[in-house]
């Protein structure tokens, strides 16, 4: 993006926000799936009061409406020692851009259009053998990153049942398991036939198809993985056993016809069913989330779980709002790579920033405890400070590179040993971000991982990962 564009962004973004505009900013924010907008409510035009309004809603004289929208996101990263690696080529400082325009036609209240452009750039990280050179998300020139069309019926007085078939985004609860993919730069998409319903606190999708592979770098050359097979059903409910409090119930099933892990290669076979109860009581909020694997890979049996707990409580009355967190969380890994039986949690589609920003581990194989506290100094100013620490769940076997095994980057970063120790490391982590207006956000990272003795006897070291990003909305 040149200079002359980022200053318009910003002078956009600001002007959007002036004081005749304040009623604008109570208006909900720009979703993270941006499918989920809706700006039926700017038919009236005395609520058009944003610089964007005149494109989020254009009437068609009897045809429907249109909305146009969009994203830039500038990204600046650096690594010392990715991966935890000795390499001269782990030591990084890149600029990674992202750009997304979408048009969203409804030429009726039973029939929906929805098409969306992904571009993603990158600078500056230099070639060679891996870690070095671009990673697999971080270029793609540019391609359709979803289309796909809705047919709407109501049902009763406040249901609604969708019929949606094509190329698009899917996020479920804490995106432990299927993610949009946001930090990485390329997001991630799917080809899929679904079907959605909800009526009031109640929701239902099912879907069948398969993963988009966007990590190619040419135009308008992403085409559905060979032989990967992604189907499941997943609902969202009110839990009455506890006011405030709803619960996820779902069944996932994967083929993989090449996946890799600890073990080695082989096709996959995967069925997921779990479980997350989430919600707030009083000044707590909690996100725990019970998950089961069974299947086939290679000759064997598939025998997999993982346990995810995040608890909060708030000190609302205190000057920032601190937020006390503590996350735990436990995946199982390989007993034995010799036995063709595989105890190894498979992620999934999970989100690239699982446990932090820098994005360092997958969640597979491991057991994580994460205290941290969070800040507010104003309503759109947040801050957290935080220690990640790791341990192995099994001794049989490694860690995971972000991004496998269901991705491109799938083989174990180092392999399971059992005379190694369990201690990984532990990980520092600073992030703020600014909601500047209602169009402009201003994030930053930092985290210094300091490594574990399994590091250590592997030859790897400490590894350092800072960020800077501005993302400009319309």
Known sequence: ???????????????????QADAGEARPPYKFLRYDEDYRFLSDPAKRIDLWDWIKYIPLDGAGFLSFGGEARERFETYQHENFSTNPKADNAYLLQRYLFHLDYHPAGWLRVFAQL???????????????????????????????????AKIRKDGQLTFRVGRQEM??????LIAAREGPNNRRAFDEVRLLYKQGAVSVDAFFGNLV?????????????????FW?????????????????????GLINPQVVF???????ECHTMGTRFFGTLGHWDLNDEMIYQFGQFASGEVNAWSIATDHGYTLGTLWGQPRLGLRVAVASGDNDKNNPDLQTFNPLFVRGNYFTEAGLLSPINFFDVFPSIRIKPRPNWMAELGV????????????????????????????GNRHFARFVGEELVLGTAWQATRHITFSAAYSHFFAGQFIHQNNGEDADFGAFWATFRF
């Open 213 to 229: 592979e966007i990590d190619r770098t040419g135009a308008f050359d992403d085409w559905t993985v060979p032989g990967v097979r």
């Open 118 to 152: 992904q571009s993603s750039l990158e600078n500056g990280r230099p070639g060679g053998p891996p870690p070095g050179g671009p990673r697999p998300p971080d270029r793609d020139a540019i391609d359709t990153h979803q289309l796909f069309v809705d047919l709407v």
């Open 171 to 176: 996020s479920y609860g804490a995106e432990r």
């Open 1 to 19: 993006m040149s200079p002359k564009f980022i200053a318009l962004s910003l002078f956009v973004g600001f002007g959007a926000c002036r004081p």
């Open 232 to 252: 499941g059903v997943y609902a969202t409910i009110p839990f009455h056993a506890a006011l405030g409090i709803r619960s996820d119930i779902y069944y996932l």
């Open 262 to 268: 600890n073990q080695g290669p082989g096709r996959e």
């Open 388 to 415: 990640d620490i790791h341990w192995r769940e099994n001794l049989g076997d490694g860690i995971y590179k972000v991004g496998g095994p269901s991705g491109s980057a799938g083989s174990p970063i180092y392999p």
